[in-house]
């Protein structure tokens, strides 16, 4: 099955700085692949994804890259700010109907 | 529009003994998948529900069981409780023709004694 590999675990920035958290998947097949915020207590967020047939992505602050060949995939996060301190999870899917196979997490402290 | 949501938020129940957890789907979401999160991993995959029927199924035994209502609402059940059966229970709804974006309800905490 589908095996996500997600560094680093932790990760701490100062307020301002970039933050990227890095993902590598193994099976060829999967074509989705969503990132997720998860606040203490709370369900994981939709904060963006990228379909195999797109290189990169971007919304405001967020951005995600994705490389086909090597078969990984990056959050890049530009100006943190303290509210973006979470567990960040990165998914691979083959697609509608398929599990999403996530990794272990990022936690992410962003220091004022 | 009306996201996903969960009940209970939290449960306390002993080895051995079943328990049922439900969700209700967002609103235009017409499939629901279940994952189970251990404290400090990530989400892992039970089973998905389409139409009323599973629709693939993770690495989890026979005692975890599901069903979804012709309203998308679904349930989990699992019998015979076990101590590492104790985690947040996430239930997420997609939609059909999306590529698998798959949007969490808050969890259910089970603990079991």
């Known amino acids: 099955g589908e095996n996500v590999e997600q560094h680093p675990s932790t990760l701490s920035v100062q307020e301002g700085d970039s933050a990227v958290i890095k993902c590598t998947y193994s099976d060829s097949a999967s074509n989705y692949f969503p990132w997720y915020k998860q606040e203490l207590g709370k369900g994981p967020q939709l904060i963006i994804d990228?379909?195999?047939?797109?290189g990169e992505k971007k919304d405001q602050r967020i951005a995600v890259t994705l490389n086909k060949t090597a078969k990984h995939f990056s959050l890049h996060i530009t100006e943190t700010q303290p509210e973006d301190s979470a567990v960040y999870f990165c998914?691979?899917?083959?697609?509608?109907?398929?599990?999403?196979?996530f990794g272990k997490g990022t936690s992410l402290l962003v220091t004022p | 529009e009306t996201g996903v949501t969960q009940s209970p938020t939290h449960l306390i129940k002993t080895r051995g003994q079943q328990v049922t957890l439900r969700c209700s789907s967002q609103?235009?979401?017409?499939?629901v998948s279940w994952y189970q999160q251990a404290l400090g991993q990530g989400p892992q995959f039970i089973f998905q529900y389409y139409r009323e029927e599973e629709n693939g199924r993770g690495n989890f035994p026979p005692r975890f069981s599901g069903l979804q209502f012709p309203n998308y609402s679904s349930e989990l059940n699992v019998n015979a409780l076990e101590l590492d059966d104790s985690a947040l229970y996430l239930c997420?709804?997609?939609?059909?023709?999306?590529?698998?974006?798959?949007?969490f309800g808050p969890g259910t905490r089970l603990t079991v004694l």
């Open positions: 998914a691979a899917s083959m697609g509608t109907g398929y599990a999403l196979n």
């Open positions: 609103s235009g979401h017409n499939t």
């Open positions: 990228i379909r195999s047939n797109v």
């Open positions: 997420a709804s997609s939609r059909e023709g999306t590529y698998n974006e798959q949007f």
